[in-house]
């Protein structure tokens, strides 16, 4: 797993693509700072470009967040099919091998896994893209779990809820061990591997048949 330290932002963009460098410096100083510390001012400066020119891309501090929101579910919703078209043993193997990739992600990455569930972007319907991207996530972890309830490996329940029940546990597990609210003397990559493997099997234990 790659190593959880801060990187140092970016440097000043130069040339190329204006609208991803503003979105990657953003991300880096949120990282840094949080989310409430930035602006599109201070984000635009830190890029080196002139905040007129960050708003012709940007409408606000808001629609920027958004598209940082919207990268990180179209990520973690590749993530899963890629970690599910990897994986063999059918799927209930598949979806613990999601569950961890989660977990490695929140931890890598915890800014952005809290950003995209928090009241930072207040109203979902300004970005109808950030929506269908959380729906797309949402999607990749429902079909492994009908899937399994296909091949009666899973527990008939509605699949909304066992689908909730799934993303919660890994969801939650990211954010403590990110925020390193767990009790242990060491939490370094070992631990959340090992953490990671070991409470998804439990709730695997009781969504599997």
Excluded at 72 to 78: P, T
């Amino acid at each position: 797993m790659a190593s959880r330290q801060r990187k140092p932002p970016p440097r000043g963009y130069h040339h190329g693509d204006l609208k991803n460098a503003l979105r990657d410096m953003a991300s880096a100083l949120i990282a840094e700072h949080g989310v409430e510390a930035v602006s599109l001012r201070g984000i635009s400066q830190a890029a080196g470009v002139s905040h007129t020119a960050a708003y012709r891309h940007y409408a606000d501090k808001q629609a920027l967040l958004a598209a940082i929101a919207e990268d990180g579910f179209r990520q973690l919703a590749d993530i899963n099919r890629r970690t599910i078209a990897r994986t063999p043993g059918g799927p209930v193997a598949q979806l613990m091998a999601c569950g961890r990739a989660y977990v490695r992600f929140g931890v890598q990455r915890p800014h952005v896994l809290q950003l995209m569930f928090s009241q930072a972007i207040p109203d979902w319907s300004a970005h109808p893209t950030l929506q269908q991207a959380s729906e797309e996530l949402a999607r990749t972890l429902a079909d492994v779990v009908a899937a399994g309830q296909s091949a009666q490996a899973m527990q008939p329940a509605p699949l909304g809820e066992m689908t909730l029940t799934a993303w919660s546990l890994v969801h939650g597990l990211a954010l403590l061990l990110a925020g390193r609210r767990i009790p242990a003397p060491v939490i370094d990559d070992a631990f959340v591997e090992h953490m990671a493997e070991q409470c998804v099997a439990l709730l695997m234990r009781g969504l599997a048949r």
